[in-house]
Structures are given as structure tokens and as C-alpha cells.
């Protein structure tokens, strides 16, 4: 009998990526995949092969700016859920999430088998609970397989375990080669300056390279700044698939630790990563694609999880040169030249 799985991954973009190749494992082995993901992560929930339904909820003890939590609204994604008719929920997280309070609805909800993670003791939420060594460090990709694992899935035999994602096919955005540079992140503690992407674009542009520059609709005036005129500006002009399309076509992204980063991962592009150290580089960083991991990983905020730089100078990303990062890009188009 094929079953129906409702897989729970309730962040931000980047997040919901690192849980495709679970998600594919598990559609390999049921009949229906409904995912349950915020308003953050929608997107690109949309893009993951192996997602038959989405049900979006904002959950307040995961937003980093969460509403109150509303009692109604709360009901009905417990009818909502219950409605599914479900045979089993999977709830994926990371090391810093609690799985409970998914898992309470869900049981709420009247599914009944539930898997998670869980170092705090479920009594009667979870049927299956696994625990986790967070001492190792593992990566998001590889604590989701785990967890799916767990409940009785795996990826089929030929499956690499990349991140993928269903692209629109949209035309490129310049003609012949290009880098991207993305110069926006989720929170400021993660953001190389402002200045020193404009910088970077003018000396990729003084080596007879095109540069795109991407973001939000938020970022409209950073991208605008950076991409100066020199580089082409595609601030707010896209949609998140539209963006897969963009960093496909780019020789190279330039990025922080943020949802592009892994959206250019999922299509396959080599990374530069500036990559500040307040979360686990060997959790968080691009999965399957080459990648130069720029930032001082054993500055003092390491591990903090801060979202404002908590040391004077932000050195962890200050202390990356635009030389640096020009030079990551050759090392990386170099190395795309000789694989091809």
C-alpha cells in the first residue's frame, strides 16, 4: 500500500533546500510527499523534486520574528493536518530546533507515526526518535537523511545526494559568461560590506568579466549600490525560480551564508562562500559543488548564532580581502574549465 508522508521543515529558504535529497529518499518510498513549511521557506518548497502538496504555517517558535501565537490559527493547522490523512510525519530540524512542539500538533492531529530528532525526552509525541552525536558537527543534508532514515527511507541507488531543484528555464541574463555576486544575507552578522562587493565588482569587471548582481525586493538599494555601473543590477527583478535560473548560468556565485548560496549548490554552481563562523561551517556550508570557504571560522563569534556581529569590527568577515575573493573566483572558473 502506498503511504502518504508529511515531511515538516518549518525555516527559511536555504534550510528547505538542504532537505531535498531527503525529501527525494522519502518520495522513493511513498506514495504522496506533502511538505509543511513557513512562509519563509515557501518558495522554495515550491522548487524540490518529489513535492506532490505544500501546507504553509508560520510557526512562532521558529520565525526569527515571530507573531503571537494565535490559538485559532494554531486549531485550524490541526485540522488542516488532520485532513491530510496522513500516514506518517517526519519532522526534520536543526541541532538548535525543538521537534515537540511540531510533534504536539501533529499528534493533535491525529497522525500516527511521528519521527524527529529529539534530545529532550518525547514521551508519547514521537514513535520513532532518533538522537544525534551534535559534538560531530554533522551537515544539515546528512542530519536530514538521518532522520528519514530512521522512519524507513532511503535514497534510491543512484542518487548522489546533491541538492536539485525544478528550474523555469528562463533566458540568461547577460549574453556569454558571468559571475553573480549576492551581496545580501538573512541577518547583518553574516554580511561581507557593502563596499567591498562594489569594490569586488569593479575588479571582476577590470578582468573582462560580467557581473550580476541579485537580491530581494528589501535589497533593492544594496544592489543598486553594489552593482554600480558596471555590473548588471536584477535587485527585486526576480523570483526565487527565476534566481535558480540565474546562478545556473553564472560561472560562479559570490555569496554569504544565506538561501542563495544554496539555491546555487542545488543548481550546480561553484560557490564562493564568505561564510561567517556564528553557525558551523561543516553544518551549513554549500553541499556538492565546489566551493572556496572564505572567513576567519575561529573568530570570537564562532558558534554564537548571532544575527548582529556581537565583536567590534566584524572581523571574521572584514578580515576577507577583495583579492581574496577575486581570486577564489579564478581558482573556481579554472577549475569549471578544466572539468568541462
Known sequence: MSRHVLLARLDSAGDVL????AVR???????RVTFLCGRRGRAAAELLPGVDAIVEHTAPWIDPEPEPLDRDETLRLVDTLAGLGADEAIVLTSFHQSALPVALLLRLAGIPRITAISEDYPGSLLDVRERVDEASDPHEVDRALRVVAAAGYRLTAGDQRRLSVVRPWSPPPVDGPYVVVHPGTSVPARAWPPERHAALVDALVDEDRAVVVTGSVDERALTRSVAGARGVDLGGRTSFAELADVLAGAEAVVVGNTGAAHLAAAVG???VSLFAPTVPAARWRPWGVPVELLGDQAAPCAGSRATTCPVAGHPC???????EVLASVGRLTVRQELAA
Do not use: D, E, K
Open 18 to 21: 538542504l532537505s531535498g535529497p
Open 25 to 31: 529518499a522519502v518520495a522513493a518510498g511513498a506514495g
Open 269 to 271: 554552481t561553484p560557490v
Open 317 to 323: 568577515l572584514c578580515s576577507v580581502s577583495v583579492g
